[in-house]
């Protein structure tokens, strides 16, 4: 082909945009679509995950699953033009750019058989909010039947106050998932739906009518619900995420929790049961530490004090030398790591 024009360039016709991009859907390959992924790194991912599909596949008879999540920083956002309607032919158009007029928290506990929707909206999102919302289930939900919460690892889930509360009222019972594994919480396919038919196309003024257009979708949800069903077994997730980690494996790009996993599903395979770092086994509905159990192998995780706490701990630390500088009183500053020794 020769070169045509100044500085030697191909010419740009039909042949140059045929070439290239249609080579490359002739085989199938796409290079410019990127995906995220994130393995689990909790030493104890295998049994959470039999027990969450557990309760998916086998809901037990006399108690209530809800799942449980918060939707934090909900934006109330309003365009700086109104909304084009849709038209024939053309879809509905809104602004790129937007004023925002504050946030909104949504707690929501999502019922796993009649798929109705419980919500309560806040201003904030802390531990405080959150024991609001168990009391608010814990009166909706009748007495004879017992509740199973199935829920993140928020440290807004596990603060000691909780702790306490959760025991004074033994019928409800926490179930967390693995870290970093949010995909197993049904309710965050229900916050999906909320997002695609009312937040994005919404046009918010104030937190207030925010507030009433969530809390008239839910009702509107509540009048017809649509529970989701979950079908995939605990063995065929685990199968495929040991296949993902054969086929990234030869990369380096396993760490040692993922090899750990791996090598805790290859332990299945071959046994049919499961064990931890230690070597005690790992049945299929192990108990592990939840909201108010003991659990058998607790003590094979070190305990570790949550960010929020040492956080507090921390400010609590710098304003008391505040104010003792305040008063004149010398305070050594804290102590810092020197240079290293050679």
Known sequence: ???????????????????????????????????????????????????????????????????????SQIQALDRTQPILPLLPATPERATHDYKRHGTSSLDAALDLTTGKVLGALHRRHRAIEFKKFLKLIDDEVPAALDVRLVLDNSCTHKTPALQRWLKAHPRLVLRFTPTSSSWLNLVE?????????????????????????????????????????????????????????ERINPSGHLAEPFQFLEAQVRERDRHGALSDRCGHPLGRAVPYVTGCEEAPHAGLQRKRVPFCARRRSRRRDRAARRRLRRRGVATPSPARPGPPVR
């Open 1 to 71: 082909m020769r070169r045509t024009g100044r500085r030697g360039r191909w010419p740009r016709g039909r042949a140059h945009a045929e070439r290239g991009p249609a080579d490359l859907a002739a085989y199938g390959l796409q290079p410019h679509r990127q995906e995220t992924f994130k393995l689990s790194k909790d030493p104890l991912f295998i049994a959470k995950v039999h027990d969450v599909v557990g309760l998916y596949l086998n809901p037990p008879e006399r108690a209530v699953v809800l799942w449980v999540d918060e939707k």
């Open 189 to 245: 396919r229900w916050f999906a739906e909320l997002t695609t038919k009312l937040l994005q196309r919404g046009a918010h003024r104030s937190v207030a009518a925010l507030n009433r257009d969530i809390r008239a979708w839910i009702e509107t949800w509540n009048d017809d619900p649509r529970p989701f069903v979950w079908t995939k077994p605990a063995e065929e997730i685990l199968d495929s995420i040991r296949r993902y980690c």
